[in-house]
């Protein structure tokens, strides 16, 4: 899966996120995650067709709370108020 991002730095943020929770199924399910320029990449094996279903789908909707937060707080984060 391919997924790209405003910028290197927020699809970094992204890989970062993500690779913190590992696979339920390390025996069954294997993942890389990379990063090239501002595009998320994420590369799965797995033992079936269903459970390459099922792990994609999670991928995903990780990548979409990545996205909804860095909409709402990135601008923030990245400028943090001045004392």
Not at 52 to 71: C, I, K, M, P, S
């Amino acid at each position: 899966l391919k997924i790209p991002f405003a910028s290197e730095k927020h699809a970094l943020i992204a890989k970062r996120t993500i690779e913190v929770d590992t696979e339920l199924q390390p025996h069954a399910v294997k993942r890389i995650i990379t990063v090239e320029e501002n595009i998320l990449i994420a590369a799965f094996s797995t033992l079936t067709i269903r459970l390459a279903r099922l792990v994609a789908n999670a991928f995903l909707e990780n990548v979409d709370l990545v996205v909804r937060t860095l909409e709402q707080f990135g601008e923030e984060a990245e400028n943090p108020p001045s004392s």
